[in-house]
């Protein structure tokens, strides 16, 4: 029989699952109709980095690769390398998260807003290396700024509604514990 603990993490790997799953299928309805003139949040990169920075253990790193993956295919971005730049981003943030612990949110809120900054930075260096067409800088820098805006609202959505918080130091050991026997 697998245990309560493992059980748990697996229902909140699957239920982003289908929360990225949700917001892909919503980016792909046709809503809109003409072109838009301001470009939406990134939903999926706030929710994962919401995910990492609160629970860690809920996130699988195959499970990000795989989804950005799947968005960089069907979005039409150059596959692998925004799926790449993500995952460094949110592994580098992950190991972070127990320093993170006692810091206020903002303290948080600025760590993903720079994390996800590098992660453009870096995006555009390459792409304009290999001279692949990109999208314009303003569009780039809005989309990032409208993802960083939303982040707040994406953890009060995900502490409130899923009870994703953030892993308290006790719970940390009893972990530790129970994963060294």
């Known amino acids: 029989m697998i245990d309560r603990l493992t059980l748990h993490r697996w229902l909140y790997a699957l239920l982003l699952l289908a929360l990225c799953s949700l917001v892909i299928f919503a980016r792909l309805l046709p809503l809109e109709p003409g072109p838009s003139r301001f470009p939406g949040p990134d939903v999926i990169l706030a929710l994962s980095a919401a995910w990492v920075m609160r629970r860690p253990d809920y996130v ?7 989804v950005l993956l799947l968005t960089d295919m069907l979005f039409q971005r150059p596959p692998g390398l925004h799926t790449a ?3 460094l981003a949110f592994e580098f943030l992950r190991r972070r998260e127990t320093h993170m612990r006692d810091l206020p949110f903002a303290a948080e809120w600025a760590m993903v807003a720079v994390a996800l900054s590098a992660v453009l930075v870096v995006e555009r260096m390459v792409l304009g290396l290999f001279f692949i067409d990109r999208v314009g800088v303003g569009l780039s820098v809005m989309r990032l700024l409208m993802t960083v805006a939303i982040y707040p609202l994406v953890v009060l959505l995900s502490a409130s509604l899923f009870g994703v918080r953030r ?15």
Do not use: Y
């Open 60 to 66: 699988p790193v195959l499970l990000i690769a795989m």
């Open 85 to 87: 730049l993500v995952v």
């Open 167 to 181: 892993i308290t130091a006790a719970e940390a050991e009893a972990m530790r514990r129970q994963a060294a026997t």
